[in-house]
């Protein structure tokens, strides 16, 4: 059974730096072709891609993110993380983990519950 | 970068069918996913490979591409069905993910 579940901060002050953690069960991080995507969704807003990283430790972020992003997993952990500094009131909303195969066309086929994260002074 | 537009609302009686469309150049030649996504619940793939139904998704979710449009059908609307709809693509020439804006399917 493959589960994906987010964790970390409720609430953080303008200019801080938000660390998410995807712990995934069901499917490991470097012995198959699986990868892991964060993506959020501001409120009443649309769902965003932020990063990938890919079996291989290979990553890709969002062009408007990149100078802020950071995607790291420790397998042995089952854990996927996630960093973005500078927060602002405008990166507040649910973050989701989801999984994706490693070749470009695959879909996200499993998601996490999602993380709702809020900014403010 | 790769866009996806998405009608923003699209209502139907329950019982008809409903279309909602996604465009985006040459989306034919690529791989298109749809997501539904109700409000406080993780998004569901309901389409995956412009017209693969995983499984657990009901027959009445089908999925077609062409052109520059990719269209998301479901037929025999049902009131549960009421959600909002994501399509999605992987742009492979900068390795990205992309998502569409999203419609808001109201069942009348």
């Known amino acids: 059974q493959v589960t994906l579940k987010e964790s970390g901060p409720v609430l953080l002050k303008p200019t801080e730096t938000l660390t998410l953690t995807c712990t995934v069960s069901g499917f490991s991080l470097s012995r198959t072709s699986m990868g892991v995507s964060w993506i959020r969704q501001p409120p009443g807003g649309a769902l965003e891609w932020l990063a990938h990283?890919?079996?291989?430790?290979?990553?890709s972020y969002s062009a408007s993110l990149k100078n802020r992003l950071t995607i790291s997993k420790d397998s042995s952990k089952s854990q996927v993380v996630l960093t973005l500094t500078d927060m602002a009131p405008v990166d507040a909303g649910t973050y989701f983990c989801a999984r994706k195969q490693d070749f470009a066309s695959g879909s996200f086929d499993y998601w996490g519950q999602g993380t709702l994260v809020a900014v403010s002074s | 970068s790769y866009v996806l537009t998405q009608s923003p609302s699209v209502s139907v009686a329950p019982g008809r069918t409903a279309k909602i469309t996604c465009g985006g150049n040459n989306i034919g030649t690529k791989s298109v996913h749809w997501y539904q996504k109700k409000a406080g619940q993780a998004p569901v793939l309901v389409i995956f490979y412009d017209s693969d139904r995983p499984s657990g998704i009901p027959e009445r979710f089908s999925g077609s591409t062409s052109g520059n449009t990719a269209t998301l059908t479901i037929s025999r609307v049902e009131a549960e069905d009421e959600a909002d709809y994501y399509c999605q693509v992987w742009d492979s020439t900068q390795n990205h993910g992309v998502f569409g804006g999203g419609t808001k399917l109201t069942v009348l």
């Open positions: 990283i890919f079996s291989t430790d290979d990553k």
